[in-house]
């Protein structure tokens, strides 16, 4: 039998790599903001974007149109620095989740370092939470990064969950995102993950009591290639046979 929770589970769906194709071309299409909208429309509960400083996938324009059209909420994830907290200052999303970024990784590879500019963290927090902006701070599931998440005064944390997607099932990978969400929700901070998702390893992290949020991107978008691409194929034929006459 499933087990019951108190807490509900949202899934704030990523649309970086919807831009990600489209900026293969530099073109149109596809269009983040409209996937957006489709996901919410398939019962998403948020929509997360990613705008890095080397503009790799998410431009500045689908970041101004989404904090204008989600009718969900909008969850901003972005580094630290002064032209993103302009950025979301400007734009007041719902949520804004702090993240490290460096030039050269795939993909954001590891939690924040909290340890580094704990000054310049907390400022930034305060300026965000002093606009009415929710702040997730994106943390390895560690005890001292929890300890820190609240000392910063963040509400919620986002708990990496890569190290679990490389090693799914039963093992530290998983205690440890159970013991970090237990310690984080006894602290008072909201409990968020994300990371490497899919259907398959999903289960045991959506279990976790405490977890109120999972953000997910990759798989999604993998998955609607490859559950799409089919009917994009015969749409194209039918396109194709119609010009014929047949
Ligand atoms: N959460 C954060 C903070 C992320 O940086 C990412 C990746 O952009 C995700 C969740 C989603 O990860 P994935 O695309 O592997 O589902």
């Not at 596809?30 to 919410?40: K, N, Q, T, Y």
Request: net charge negative; proline share 5%.
């Amino acid at each position: 039998m499933p087990a019951t929770h108190a807490t509900p589970l949202r899934l704030y769906v990523n649309v970086d790599h919807v831009a990600t194709l489209r900026q293969a071309r530099r073109g149109a299409e596809p269009d983040p903001v409209a996937a957006a909208r489709w996901c919410e429309d398939a019962g998403a509960d948020g929509i997360t974007a990613h705008l890095r400083e080397d503009r790799r996938h998410m431009q500045d324009a689908d970041i101004e149109q989404l904090a204008r059209t989600v009718r969900t909420v909008f969850n901003l994830e972005m580094a630290n620095t002064a032209e993103m907290v302009a950025l979301a200052l400007r734009l007041r999303p719902h949520q804004v989740t702090l993240v490290p970024e460096r030039r050269e990784e795939v993909t954001t590879e590891g939690g924040l370092d909290l340890e580094r500019d704990p000054d310049g963290l907390a400022s930034s927090i305060g300026k965000l939470r002093g606009a009415g902006i929710r702040v997730s701070l994106f943390i390895d599931p560690a005890p001292r990064a929890v300890a820190a998440s609240h000392a910063l005064g963040a509400h919620a944390i986002e708990l990496h969950t890569g190290t679990y997607a490389h090693h799914p099932g039963e093992g530290p990978a998983l205690q440890a995102l159970r013991d970090a969400a237990r310690t984080g929700a006894a602290a008072g901070l909201a409990v968020h993950a994300g990371h490497g998702l899919t259907v398959d390893n999903v289960g045991p992290v959506a279990a976790i009591p405490e977890v109120e949020e999972l953000n997910i991107g990759h798989h999604l978008v993998s998955r609607a290639i490859e559950s799409g691409l089919a009917a994009a194929v015969r749409e194209m034929r039918r396109a194709m046979d119609a010009a014929r006459g047949r």
